[in-house]
């Protein structure tokens, strides 16, 4: 479409051209039911097929073992940060964290709040997070679980290799980073991500989580929406769902499936995109400027970097949005430029926005 801009947006993010008009064409009439997928009873069989659909796509994208169960909840990647070591933790159990951005500092300062022993056992904070604090640096304790960020969204820093942390459990954050690359389920007791950035739209967290670490015992007497178990029993339906959510998410996982050819193309195609930035930042001689410290923890998603003055950074989003390139605007704790291009940010987006890297550089150097 002609009149369709270019998203940078960190999240909400731009969906599959394809996605939305399979959804604008389903709309009033889901299937020949006669009603929109926003009116149906999450009871009916029609809702049933959409949601049951969506997690077995899924399961084959992330091949998923049967030791793991796929739920589709709600109150997003923060919600998360006090649900799992609630559900996943005991009183005489501990948990650490490695602190590499602002999101993992939040998951660690809710378990703390909720009264559960959290270790804080490495941190980037220091140095404003501009890097992922290496293995060797890790001080961890005899913890049961491990927690972590995946993608560092505000910093543009990622675990490119993802860590493993021999006989405890590891709790992952993915919500940037979802479905961008192929991903060894069986390794994690608990992966969690809000879905919009590369899942879908907002309204909807995807968890996946080992089978033996629901409804341990002393979650017996937990607020029931608060209790994992409840939604395993229910297959993610114990109170109404983000129903328009989920059947989105499910035409985003055939898109990666189909359209695309699945998650090891999947990162390809991000590797391949991220790269022409990067090299835009890296050949402008010092113009523009990464402030990733180590270039492989880079993230493939969230791209910041700055220019010479404060001056220059806010010209430069001022007239990259003439050429309808939105919400490239830095974090507000960080400044400069952020270009987050998720999986279905286009490349023309990403070639556009090099090209206007180029002749902004020259035309102000």
Not at 251 to 270: H, P, R, T
Request: aromatic letters at 10%; glycine letters at 6%.
């Amino acid at each position: 479409m002609d009149n369709r801009v270019f998203n940078f947006s960190a999240g909400p993010a731009t969906l599959p051209e394809s996605v939305l008009k399979t959804a604008q064409e389903e709309f009033l009439n889901w299937h020949g039911c006669g009603m929109s997928v926003m009116e149906m009873s999450h009871r009916s069989k029609e809702y049933g097929s959409i949601i049951q659909e969506a997690e077995a796509t899924l399961v084959r994208l992330l091949n998923i073992p049967d030791t793991h169960k796929v739920l589709f909840l709600q109150g997003g990647a923060t919600l998360q940060f006090a649900m799992a070591p609630m559900n996943l933790m005991t009183k005489e159990d501990s948990c650490d964290y490695i602190i590499a951005g602002n999101w993992g500092n939040k998951a660690f300062q809710e378990c703390e709040k909720i009264g559960l022993k959290a270790h804080k056992v490495a941190s980037s904070e220091e140095d404003n997070f501009t890097y992922i604090p290496e293995e060797k640096d890790w001080d961890l304790s005899d913890a049961k679980y491990v927690h972590y960020t995946s993608n560092n969204t505000i910093f543009g820093t990622c675990f490119n290799e993802l860590p493993e942390f021999d006989n405890k459990i590891a709790i992952c954050d993915m919500s940037s980073d979802f479905l961008s690359r192929p991903v060894d389920i069986s390794k994690f007791g608990l992966i969690y991500a809000g879905a919009q950035k590369n899942a879908g739209p907002a309204g909807v967290t995807i968890a996946i989580i080992r089978k033996d670490l629901v409804g341990l015992p002393h979650t017996k007497n937990f607020p029931t929406i608060l209790n994992y178990s409840t939604h395993v029993k229910k297959d993610s339906m114990h109170n109404t769902p983000p129903s328009y959510s989920i059947y989105i998410c499910g035409l985003v996982f055939k898109w990666v499936e189909e359209e695309i050819g699945g998650l090891d193309k999947m990162y390809d195609l991000n590797k391949r995109k991220a790269q022409k930035i990067y090299d835009a930042i890296d050949n402008s001689n010092g113009f523009y400027r990464s402030p990733v410290v180590n270039e492989n923890q880079r993230s493939l998603m969230n791209i910041p970097f700055v220019l010479p003055t404060p001056e220059l950074d806010a010209k430069f989003i001022e007239e990259a949005g003439k050429l309808k390139m939105l919400n490239i605007k830095g974090y507000r704790t960080v400044g400069g430029i952020r270009a987050s291009i998720y999986n279905a940010h286009p490349m023309k987006g990403v070639d556009t926005l090099v090209n206007f890297m180029e002749e902004f550089r020259k035309k102000n150097s």
